[in-house]
């Protein structure tokens, strides 16, 4: 799927509601959701993984698509449609835009659709419910860089990307990826756990920007400004319903977390409401087979520790070293 980056793509029926509610939503009930006729696992930001059974597992789980009730879907683009009127989106350079239409190359990113389906829902979310920051951080957050090492450009074309680009919104473009793999990762969440009653003691944080390794370092402030981009970004990867039976979604687990990682923190400062679903594992609207059941019996723990173990992976391949160092400033 080619696009534009230019031309903005009209949302699901999942991203408009979580737009228009400023929410991470269950939609058990409003949706039926069922397998994606041909699904190509190589068609998406997931082709670079290896291993039968990572492959099967992912397939499983963004290999599908919600066909929504009618009236359900209506009463989204109503509330969707109210919120563009009232949060009209920026304009991005006529510089930048095309630098992105001619140097870039926005292969698929979800199974529904396009990477720039995924960074214009980013870029619509953050207008309207993180407007203290930068929306276009969120428009440009994986363009150096995805979790399974995709890059939509080359690092020799970083230093004309970084022209277009105020300091602050470079700071977090350039780190953005870089974050995202600390998180699955582990360690940097439970340093931060460990901590979160002195979150403002954070100095400095040092890590590597993935697509060629080089040093970086940002300020305490904006490691918290960071993560609430990356709470954001994950909105964009959790299942329409069923949400008990999917709890195991490393997507999920890590948007769960750092949930409950910034609220301890007090450091919650993008809006997005999240209310957990029922615990009980009965699905609704959403026929398996008896392979795709099987996931779903994963424990938590487990699928953590496999993204874990994957994003490390991924890491090695490219010479990228996920070492971080947090300086926290003197008592």
């Known amino acids: 799927m080619k696009q534009s980056a230019a031309e903005r793509p009209d949302p699901t ?7 228009a509610r400023g929410a991470a939503l269950e939609h058990t009930g409003k949706v039926r959701v069922e397998p994606i006729p041909d699904f190509d696992l190589d068609r998406t930001i997931f082709k670079t993984l290896e291993g039968s059974a990572a492959r099967f597992v992912v397939t499983t789980r963004v290999g599908k698509e919600a066909h929504w009730d009618a009236a359900a879907a209506q009463a989204v683009q109503a509330e969707y449609e109210g919120a563009r009127a009232a949060h009209p989106l920026p304009a991005v350079s006529a510089e930048l835009m095309q630098f992105l239409v001619s140097e870039c190359d926005f292969d698929v990113e979800h199974a529904d659709g396009s990477f720039l389906d995924h960074l214009y829902f980013c870029f619509e ?6 407007p203290q920051q930068s929306a276009l951080v969120m428009f440009l957050h994986s363009i150096l860089g995805t979790g ?5 450009m ?3 074309k970083i230093p ?6 105020s300091p602050s919104d ?5 780190a953005f990826p870089s974050v995202l793999r600390l998180l699955y990762a582990g360690p940097l969440r439970r340093e931060l756990r460990d901590n979160a009653h002195r979150a403002d003691a954070i100095d400095t944080i040092s890590f590597h920007r993935v697509m060629d390794n080089e040093p970086i370092t940002i300020s305490g402030k904006d490691l918290w400004v960071a993560l609430n981009y990356q709470l954001i970004h994950l909105v964009d990867f959790l299942p329409v319903a069923n949400w008990a039976t999917h709890q195991n979604d490393t ?4 948007f769960r977390d750092l949930y409950d990682l ?8 993008a809006h997005v409401d999240y209310t957990p679903g029922p615990t009980t594992r009965k699905m609704e609207g959403e026929p398996q087979g008896v392979g795709a059941w099987l996931t779903t019996l994963i424990p938590v723990s487990v699928s953590e520790r496999m993204a874990a173990k994957s994003v490390t992976r991924f890491s090695e391949r490219i010479g990228h070293s996920l070492d971080y160092k947090i300086v926290w400033a003197a008592a």
Not at 160 to 165: D, H, S, T, V, Y
Not at 170 to 174: K, L, S
């Open 160 to 165: 004309a990307l970084r022209k277009l680009m």
């Open 125 to 130: 979310y953050t207008v309207q419910h993180y």
């Open 13 to 19: 029926t999942q991203r408009k509601a979580a737009i």
């Open 170 to 174: 470079w700071t977090q473009v350039e």
């Open 262 to 269: 910034l609220e301890k923190a007090g450091k919650r400062e």
């Open 251 to 254: 997507s999920f687990i890590l």
């Open 148 to 152: 399974t090492n995709t890059f939509a």
């Open 154 to 156: 080359t690092a020799d």
